[in-house]
Each structure stands twice: as C-alpha cells, then as structure tokens.
C-alpha cells in the first residue's frame, strides 16, 4: 500500500451496512442493497481480497490522495427544499449557450422548456421550479466573469409537481429519435464535463461505437454522489445504459467502478444476475487511484487502449459517459422529461452535515451551505473535488448540470496554507506521476521562461489539468496553474493568428 493512502481492503464497505435515512419521506431508498446473501456476502469478500492484491487494473503513474469520502459514503440522497431564487447560466455545457424562449414576468412550471438549444452543439434547459422569470441577466459563474443567466424566483407555495413530456418507451424508438430525445432532456455530462450526451451517441462519420464505458470510479476526494446512485438508482442506471446502447449502435457496456466501492461493484452486479444474466452489461473494478475516472484512463484500465495524441474515445470505437448521466437517461426518458436537478455531495471539514443531495439547478452555493450548515469560518469553497474543481470567488454561483460537488474548507485548512516555491530539484516525482506521460518539470521551466509554443511543441495540449504533477512537487511548484496559463495563452496566439489569416 502507498504511504499516502488511507483505504483499507475492509474499511470502505460502508454503505452495506449503514442505517438507511430514506428520501424526502424518510423511506429507505428503494434500490439500495438488502443484507447480503452468502453468495453475495462471497462476491465481496473475493472482492475485497482482490483489491487487497492489487489484482484490479488501472492504468500506470497517478497518485492517492487522501480520500475523505467516510464522511458521506454512507449517507444516503436526501432532497433539500428550494431555494427562494434559482439562478440558471444559459451556458452550461460544452458548446453554444442555450437562447431564452421566456420573458421577465413569465410564469413557468416546475420542468417546462425555459431556453432552446442553439442550432449548432447545444442542449435546451428546463425551469428547475414552478415560478416567475425574475430577471435575465449576468449572474457569477465559477469560471470568474459573469455570465447571461435567467433568475427564477420561485413559488414556495406551489405543488412543485414536474411537467412531464410525452410519455415514450425506449424501447419502441429508432436510435435516431432516442438521440434526439436525449438532446430535448438537456442531458449533458454530469460528472463534471458537461458534454452534450447526444453528440457523443451519433459519432462523427466514418466512426462507429461498439463499447460504452460507464464511469462509476469517482476518484476525486470528498465526492461519493456517484457512489450513492450506484447504490439507490441502480433500476434506473441500468435502464440507461441499455437506452444509450441502442441509441449508439454498441454491442457491450462495461461499469467501471473504483475497488473503494465494492458495495456498489457487488450492488450492480446482482442486479444484473438477478435481471439480465446474459446481456451486454457488466461491472468491472478498477483500482481506486486518481484520476482513474478520466476517460483516457479508463479506457487504458478497462480495455488496455490508447487514445491517440489529438484523438477522442470514438476513435477507438468507444464512448464513455458517467453513471449519474446515464441513471438521469434511464429516469428521465420514458417520462418525457428535462434535466432540472442533480445529485451532488456536500462535504469538507467546514461542513457541519455533510451528505449526499438532490439538488435543483441553479441552486446557490450560499443556500447550500447555509441549509447543511458550516462550522466555523469558511475558507475556499470548492465546486467538484479538490483536485480538479474550482475554487469560487463568490458563493453566489450557482449549482448547474456538471457540478458533482461543493467541498468547503476552513482557512486554517493545511490545504490552503501558503507553501514557499523553490526552484526545480530535477527529483523525477512528477514525471512518475503524470499519468498522460509528459514531462511536467520540462514544462515547467519551459512556462518560467515564457517560451509556450515550446510548450506546445512537449505536447502542452495533452496536459488535462488533473494537478498529479503539482500534488508531488516536494518543490511546490504550482505546475497545473503554469501549464493552465500556458494553454490560454497560446489559445488567444492562436484565435489572433486565426483572425489575421481570414482577412
Ligand atoms: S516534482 Fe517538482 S521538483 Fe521534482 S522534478 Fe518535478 S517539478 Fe522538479
Ligand atoms: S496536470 Fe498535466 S502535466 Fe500534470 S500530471 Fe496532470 S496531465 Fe500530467
């Protein structure tokens, strides 16, 4: 075991056998496991005597933070009630923003169609509360500047009931028209890419899928929504993945799932032996190790596959969607209906009751917080985990569709103490860590000396920001931030060279 790894083989098979807290009724989730069976009590027992082997795949370099996720494994998804004001960014997916199809003043439903995709890659939203268009205007993002944005002050009073679409099953529909039907639901992916799901089941021509990956690893700190839906939607999971598979065309799909989650692996795994023996769906374990649940990753752990320098998923014939996504397809679907709430986790030693919530869209951070409740004062607040997410500037934002978490730290929190920087110690940690195989201490002297199209020549591009390098620079060289600027900075050469050229 790493020296810097806290899991033991036995230790994280809490949700098994925590005391259910049920829903908004207080009813025990309807999917979550019953007490095991012998046979079941042996598949996790072969499990987590696997995992103590190391026998898991994954994929090579990497690094294991520490997890914090005892704090919320075993919380089951509770509602919270609405905020007085939801704020809804017009953009928030990959691709173009959504256009208003509302006025200030206008009354709306809980679910009806409040923005229209854009005509090029773009998904419609849907009003997350029955209520009254307030304003359409600038709201803060977690990104920094502000952003267009429809305000919906919402009807505390009102039933709350969603407006459901036309009523369809899956089953009946030709792929084409289930695509579409994932566009008008506004799915997009919700382990925090926000990719328009549509786009990714029609491939390009010349591409076909044959296998989807779905993403159940959640790698990141802090972060177990995944790891609940797992547990308590997986009738609604699975239905997903066989919608997605027909919609692509794709012969298997195959549930990766971090060995950190073995409840959740043995969960999944007699549901379908139970529904589905001998059908295209299965659950594979992969060891718990960050960033295990990037897509390239994944494809290296699962299929021992690469994508190609420059390339996508679909390139190898696959594509990969996260489990929450997929358990949203399977529920939404058959109603005919809009994304207009998520399940995130609200975690972090600054959080008086952390726990696992199903949120509408466009719900406050400060809501949040203030509901759940804070400990002392608050630090960074952090949207996603605290690897990869992002710290906000004003808790104001908003929760939207890729959000997977809000971790909020004091300030007294070793993870925000100010580190002296020393220069480069040539030490090799980094170049062990990064899991893409670049050489993070080249290109970081590299971003010291301003020279980033030499940056881009070390194939800069193929960095995605997951922060291995920075996490174990003895040095604590910020690297992810340098290679961060770097890429902006030869975007905006690029779009001036790009400008120049067409005139
Ligand atoms: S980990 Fe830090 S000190 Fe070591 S080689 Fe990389 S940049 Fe240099
Ligand atoms: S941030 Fe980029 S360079 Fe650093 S480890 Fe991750 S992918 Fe490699």
Not at 70 to 76: D, F, I, Q, V
Not at 363 to 380: K, Q, W
Not at 393 to 418: F, M, N
Not at 487 to 499: L, P, Q, Y
């Amino acid at each position: 075991m790493k020296a810097n790894q806290i899991s033991a083989p036995w230790g994280l098979m809490s949700g098994s056998t925590a005391r259910p807290q049920g829903d908004r009724q207080g009813m025990r989730p309807k999917d979550a496991p019953q007490t095991p069976s012998h046979e079941g009590l042996f598949a996790h027992l072969d499990l987590a005597f696997k995992r103590w082997l190391g026998w898991h795949k994954t994929f090579a370099h990497g690094v294991y933070p520490v997890e914090h996720k005892e704090l919320t494994a075993g919380k089951p998804i509770r509602r919270l009630p609405f905020a007085d004001e939801l704020i809804i960014p017009l953009q928030q997916h990959k691709g173009a923003p959504a256009v208003p199809i509302v006025k200030v003043g206008q009354e709306v439903m809980r679910g009806e169609p409040i923005a229209r995709a854009n005509e090029v890659m773009s998904v419609p939203l849907h009003a997350p509360a029955t209520g009254v268009i307030r304003a359409i205007g600038l709201a803060p993002t977690a990104d920094g500047p502000k952003a267009p944005a429809i305000f919906l002050k919402v009807y505390q009073a009102a039933s709350q009931d969603a407006l459901l679409g036309k009523r369809c099953d899956p089953e009946q529909l030709s792929p084409e028209e289930i695509i579409q039907a994932v566009q008008e639901a506004g799915l997009v992916g919700l382990g925090g890419a926000a990719f328009p799901s549509y786009v990714k089941l029609r491939p390009q021509a010349g591409r076909s899928i044959h296998t989807l990956l779905v993403n159940g690893c959640e790698c990141e700190p802090y972060l177990t929504c995944d790891h609940r839906i797992m547990l308590e939607q997986a009738e609604s999971l699975i239905r997903g993945i066989r919608i997605a598979l027909k919609a692509a065309g794709a012969r298997r799909a195959i549930i990766g799932v971090e060995d950190n989650k073995l409840d959740a692996i043995a969960h999944l795994r007699a549901h379908l032996r139970q529904t589905d023996p001998d059908g295209p769906i299965s659950v594979a374990a992969v060891q718990a190790k960050y960033p295990q649940g990037a897509e390239k990753m994944l494809i290296k752990a699962l299929l021992d596959q690469e994508v190609p320098i420059g390339g996508i998923p679909a390139d190898l014939g696959v594509a990969v969607f996260n489990v929450g996504t997929l358990a949203q397809m399977g529920e939404l679907l058959p109603k005919g209906q809009g994304l207009i709430e998520r399940v995130i986790t609200v975690s972090g030693p600054a959080v008086k009751h952390p726990g696992n919530f199903l949120v509408p869209i466009g719900t406050p951070v400060r809501f949040l917080l203030e509901r759940i409740g804070i400990t002392g004062d608050l630090g960074e607040v952090i949207l996603g985990g605290p690897m990869m997410g992002m710290a906000v500037a004003s808790l104001d934002v908003p929760i939207t569709k890729g959000v997977s978490g809000v971790v909020a730290l004091h300030p007294e929190d070793p993870a925000l103490a100010a580190r002296p920087v020393y220069p480069c110690i040539h030490c090799g940690e980094c170049v062990r860590a990064c899991p893409v195989s670049l050489n993070p201490s080249l290109l970081g002297e590299l971003a010291m000396a301003r020279q980033y199209q030499a940056m881009a020549e070390q194939y800069l591009e193929q960095c995605f920001e997951c922060g291995c390098c920075a996490f174990v620079c003895p040095a604590n060289i910020p690297l992810t931030q340098y290679f961060r600027i770097a890429k902006s900075i030869n975007r905006d050469a690029e779009r001036r060279r790009a400008g120049k050229g067409s005139h």
